[in-house]
């Protein structure tokens, strides 16, 4: 069975950090760029930032560059999302999401792509 699962969301005061993972089952994703998605309350999906499948290259948006760090280790089949420095405006459910590659500016890639299931990530004091 073809599965993402996120895990490491949580609830963190501003200025905190979380650590995203994403695990797949069933392919490799070491063929796949990963992004990372995210929808708040009342708002739309919107991409945050993306790793890509051959050199491990790395776009993000600008309201989390410098922020946020995508990684990935293709041994462990899992994908990793560093959050720093985390502001109310963060609050969101985060979802990892396999696509055949990367847009440059950190936004949703084209196609259908493989979803997992999202992990709420709450920031407050």
């Known amino acids: 069975q073809v599965q993402l699962v996120e895990s490491g969301g949580g609830l963190v005061q501003p200025g905190g950090s979380l650590r995203l993972s994403c695990a797949a089952s069933g392919f490799s994703l070491r063929y796949y760029a990963i992004a990372w998605v995210r929808q708040a309350p009342g708002k739309e999906r919107e991409g945050v930032s993306c790793i890509s499948e051959h050199n491990g290259n790395t776009y993000y948006r600008e309201f989390v560059k410098g922020r946020f760090t995508a990684s990935r280790d293709d041994a462990k089949n899992t994908a990793y999302l560093q959050m720093n420095n985390l502001k109310p405006e963060d609050t969101a459910v985060y979802y990892c999401?396999?696509?055949?590659?990367?847009?440059?500016?950190?936004?949703?890639?084209?196609?259908?792509?493989?979803w997992g299931q999202g992990v709420q990530v709450t920031v407050s004091s």
């Open positions: 999401a396999a696509f055949l590659s990367c847009r440059s500016d950190g936004t949703l890639p084209s196609g259908l792509g493989t």
